[in-house]
């Protein structure tokens, strides 16, 4: 069974920034993608970004584009969501996650158990 421990969440000022870290259990995924989601209370689970694990496709929320950068690290079988110019709207549990290159949550059968980031105004 696979693993994926998230790392790196906390509480920033808007405009601050964040970096995430989503390490796997085991040298799996060579292919695939890997992917962050988030959740706010009260609301649904919705897409962030993800990376095609071959070619290093991303694909990026709207609300997010040009502020956060997905990437990852092959040797290490991990992947980063570096978060930038942070809003108060962004505040959620971030999960990585990991299965086929989406934006649909019913495509990644891996998941993390999520960390908290929390942006004050």
């Known amino acids: 069974q696979v693993q994926l421990v998230e790392s790196g969440g906390g509480s920033v000022q808007a405009g601050g920034s964040l970096r995430l870290s989503c390490a796997a259990s085991?040298?799996?995924?060579?292919?695939?993608?890997k992917a962050w989601f988030r959740q706010a209370p009260g609301k649904e689970r919705e897409f962030v970004a993800t990376?095609?694990?071959?070619?290093?496709?991303?694909l990026y929320a709207d609300s997010v584009k040009g502020r956060f950068a997905i990437s990852g690290d092959n040797a290490k079988n991990t992947v980063y969501l570096q978060m930038n110019n942070l809003k108060p709207e962004d505040t959620a549990v971030y999960y990585c996650?990991?299965?086929?290159?989406?934006?649909?949550?019913?495509?990644?059968?891996?998941w993390g158990q999520g960390t908290q980031v929390t942006v004050s105004s």
């Open positions: 990376i095609d694990w071959g070619g290093g496709t991303t």
């Open positions: 996650a990991a299965g086929l290159h989406s934006r649909t949550t019913n495509d990644y059968p891996y």
């Open positions: 085991r040298r799996t995924f060579s292919s695939g993608a």
